[in-house]
């Protein structure tokens, strides 16, 4: 004769806990990695940011020497200076006022 086990099996709860904590303690660590990646690219990110500012202020001091030394080689009396020394050419005395023919328009 066989006996018949009516008492209900009391189920072993340590394996459900075991896996809340490895579960709790993996999202933990994954916070942490995450939390680490964020501040490592945010620092870089400011890093390239400062390096970035200053190659602009670079190219504007840069910039402002080109503009300085155009206005410089455009000035009226270099013009006149190299005109007389270099290429021989007087300064216009004459007072009295030429009109070509076709140029009354």
């Known amino acids: 004769m066989v ?3 009516t008492i209900a099996a009391k189920r072993d709860l340590s394996h ?3 896996m809340i904590w490895i579960f709790l303690i993996s999202l933990f660590f994954c916070e942490l990695l995450v939390y680490t990646w964020v501040r490592t690219e ?3 990110m400011q890093l390239r940011v400062s390096e970035a ?3 602009l202020i670079q190219e504007q001091a840069y910039k402002k020497a080109l503009i300085v030394e155009r206005d410089r080689l455009k000035s009226d009396d270099r ?3 190299i005109a007389k020394t ?3 050419l007087t ?3 004459s007072p009295q006022t030429v009109y070509l023919p ?3 328009g």
Do not use: V
């Open 102 to 104: 076709g140029d009354q």
């Open 53 to 55: 500012q200053k190659i």
């Open 91 to 93: 300064a216009d005395t």
């Open 79 to 81: 013009i006149i200076r």
């Open 86 to 88: 270099q290429l021989g």
């Open 3 to 5: 006996i018949k086990n």
């Open 16 to 18: 459900k806990r075991g």
């Open 42 to 44: 945010s620092t870089q």
